[in-house]
Structures are given as structure tokens and as C-alpha cells.
């Protein structure tokens, strides 16, 4: 079974400061890893994925994220936050060995933005 | 670029009354999922549907719910007997391989 854990269920950082989004997983196989992004009233939008090529991952809107084994983390950062970056952010994992498998999301993470 | 469309955006529906949520994936996906987010909390897995036939479904799909893929392109939810504590967004996915597209939601209601 997967399961994901996302600390801080709410962070704040200043415009221009560095986001960091923690994500941890439990996967007994080998997992996808998914970011979603949920502005206010809209659905969910994906912002990067670790699909087992380079750890490293690199999305939209500048941000990024490492898959760390070791860890079993997927941590998402931004170097400059950007105050349309302001809005709830979903760590997801799936195994890879099933293309149908539903995603277990995390509790999320909403991010504010202070100027 | 393709997308997952959803209809209505908002349902507003009286507890004990039917309502059916319909969803129109993108085209050449294969597996095709609901998930619900009830206000203020994380995205719940409802169902996932691969070749005319539930494949997986989470304890919230009991009885009360059902999916039908009614023709080649719609993919509908139904709750029978709707609860106060269905109020809820309810989003619809579809996939090809790795990742999921999700619908912009449709926001239920039920007074």
C-alpha cells in the first residue's frame, strides 16, 4: 500500500524567498511521485512527476523537485516565490507496475505568499 | 491542448435525491477515475474504470454510488440516495499511462 505525508499543512514565505514543500512517501514498490498544484476554486493542475528516469525532476512555473530513495521524499522548492504561487499544493504517489492504480494524494499543503 | 471537462460546475440537490456527475475524458485515454475533496480536506480516491468495468473502488463507493460509461466518450457518477456528507467537490481523471488529467470539479451541494 502507498501512503504520502506532507509536512506543514500551511507555509509562508515572503515574495522572492525560497519555497520548500516537504512530501514523504511509503510505497512497498517502486512508486510515481506527482505534484499537483489547486489554485482557489479550480481542479487540480500537474506541476511535475518522477516517473523512475532522473531524479531531478523540473515542472512548470519554475518549480522542481528531487526524488531522494533514500529519504522517501519528493520534496518540492522554487528558488522565488512569486505571489501567484499562492495556492494548495498536493504530493501524489502511484506504484508503477499498474497504469490504471488510483494516486494517493497527501493531506496537501497551502502556501501563502507575503509581499 | 486536450482536457478533461466536467459537467455542471455546481450542483445543488436536496439529501435523499439522485444526481448523476458526468465527465468527459480525453479522448484517447483508457482508465478514467472519480475522486472527491469534501471542503478543507485532501483528494479521496472514489473509483477507477478500465474496459467497461470497475477495476478499483475505496471504502467511500459503496452502494449508494455507481459509474457507467454510457457511450464513447461520457463517463458518469451516480449517488442514488445523496447525504448531507456527500456535500463535496467531486473531481473526474483520466489516464493513458503515468499521469492523471483532472477536471475542473464539480462542486455538490446536497441541503
Known amino acids: 500500500a502507498q501512503s504520502v505525508t506532507q509536512l506543514g499543512s500551511h507555509v509562508s514565505v515572503s515574495e522572492g524567498a525560497l519555497v520548500l514543500l516537504r512530501c514523504n512517501y511509503s510505497?512497498?514498490?517502486?512508486?510515481?511521485l506527482f505534484w499537483y498544484v489547486q489554485y482557489p476554486n479550480q481542479g487540480l493542475q500537474l506541476l511535475l512527476k518522477y516517473t523512475s528516469a532522473a531524479t531531478l525532476v523540473k515542472g512548470i512555473n519554475g518549480f522542481e523537485a528531487e526524488f531522494k530513495k533514500s529519504e522517501t521524499s519528493f520534496h518540492l522548492t522554487k528558488p522565488s516565490a512569486h505571489m501567484s504561487d499562492a495556492a494548495e499544493y498536493f504530493c501524489?504517489?502511484?506504484?508503477?507496475?499498474?497504469?490504471?492504480?488510483?494516486?494517493?494524494f497527501g493531506p496537501g499543503t497551502r502556501l501563502s505568499v507575503l509581499p | 491542448e486536450p482536457e478533461v471537462t466536467q459537467t455542471p460546475s455546481h450542483q445543488v440537490t436536496q439529501m435523499g435525491q439522485e444526481v448523476i456527475l458526468r465527465c468527459v475524458p480525453i479522448?484517447?485515454?483508457?482508465?478514467f477515475y472519480w475522486y472527491r475533496q469534501i471542503l478543507g480536506q485532501k483528494v479521496e480516491f472514489l473509483v477507477s474504470f478500465y474496459n467497461n468495468e470497475i477495476s478499483e473502488k475505496s471504502e467511500i463507493f459503496d452502494d449508494q454510488f455507481s459509474v457507467e460509461r454510457p457511450d464513447g466518450s461520457n463517463f458518469t457518477l451516480k449517488i442514488r440516495s445523496t447525504k448531507l456528507e456527500d456535500s463535496a467537490m467531486y473531481f473526474c481523471?483520466?489516464?493513458?499511462?503515468?499521469?492523471?488529467?483532472f477536471g475542473p470539479g464539480t462542486r455538490l451541494t446536497v441541503t
Open positions: 510505497s512497498s514498490v517502486p512508486p510515481y
Open positions: 479522448s484517447n485515454h483508457l482508465y
Open positions: 481523471a483520466s489516464s493513458r499511462e503515468t499521469e492523471q488529467y
Open positions: 501524489a504517489v502511484r506504484r508503477q507496475d499498474n497504469y490504471g492504480q488510483n494516486f494517493v
